[in-house]
């Protein structure tokens, strides 16, 4: 157990396909990604986190990085790009209002531009909702959502990453760094499809990488990876997850990297549950 008093105390990197939003009816392919997300939540909850802050591909701004600043989420989920696979999926879990605006204000202190919403009819994007039902099925640990934002660069998302680290300490807070991401993703029709051999090699370098906590030879990696194996929207959200990771490296030391559940595909994309933790 992570024996931080503030910061981000575990990095994620969560598979999110939505042929695995519904349990019940989730496609084979899917379950051991299931299982996964349950055991990482497990041990993740373990590390008694006073906050998630998500990083999601499914939620895309243009030029601005938006934050939600919500005392309380509670809605609906629809997948827009597929309403026949999630046409409803309900959320309802607490927010956290002062470390959106303090992570705001840190961020646009930075110059990468930044604003708040607590709009009203806000709702989930699937990337967020899909993996926070099986990591924290009681929905008790507060929220934080941040979107992948399309005119940031890799670098961008890195220094990013480093922030939602150094707002935590500054306001006390155990945070939990949540990235909604697949790795190659030059998806096709036809959901049972693997990925091309290259992307698949490509992937399996990131995840061995991240399993043995080379959070610096991954970042040196990242612009070619996302570059070659086509990288789900770039590779930003990967970055968000190695600054953040890099971070906690200087605060605790030794990191412990793991893999829960197996690689498996969804349409040529690769996905997988990484985390990394204090060792």
């Not at 009819?121 to 967020?128: E, L, M, N, S």
């Amino acid at each position: 157990m992570s024996d931080q008093e503030s910061g981000v105390i575990a990095t994620v990197i969560a598979s999110h396909t939505p042929r695995m939003a519904y349990e019940d009816k989730a496609w084979d392919f899917t379950l051991g990604l299931i299982d996964g997300l349950k055991e990482l939540g497990a041990s993740l909850r373990e590390l008694n986190p006073d906050l998630i802050v998500v990083n999601t591909t499914h939620w895309i701004t243009t030029f601005d990085w938006v934050i939600t600043s919500h005392d309380h989420h509670k809605g609906i989920c629809i997948a827009e790009e597929a309403p026949h696979l999630i046409p409803e999926l309900p959320y309802d879990r607490p927010g956290d209002q002062a470390y959106a605006e303090a992570l705001n204000d840190d961020l646009n202190g930075a110059e990468i531009p930044s604003y708040t919403t607590d709009a009203k009819h806000f709702h989930w994007d699937y990337g967020t909702a899909v993996p926070l039902q099986y990591l924290d099925p009681e929905s008790k640990i507060p929220a934080v959502l941040t979107p992948t934002c399309y005119a940031s660069t890799l670098d961008e998302n890195l220094q990013v990453g480093r922030q939602i680290d150094a707002t935590a300490k500054h306001l006390g807070k155990r945070a939990v760094v949540i990235v909604s991401n697949a790795l190659t993703h030059l998806v096709v029709r036809g959901p049972d499809t693997w990925p091309l051999p290259e992307h698949m090699e490509m992937d399996h370098k990131f995840i061995d990488m991240v399993k043995a906590a080379d959070v610096d030879g991954a970042t040196n990696y990242l612009p070619d990876y996302a570059r070659d194996a086509k990288c789900e929207m770039g590779g930003r959200g990967l970055g968000v997850f190695l600054g953040a990771s890099k971070a906690m490296e200087e605060s605790a030391g030794n990191l412990s990297g793991a893999q829960f559940g197996p690689y498996a595909q969804s349409s040529a994309s690769g996905n997988a549950n990484l985390s990394l933790v204090a060792a």
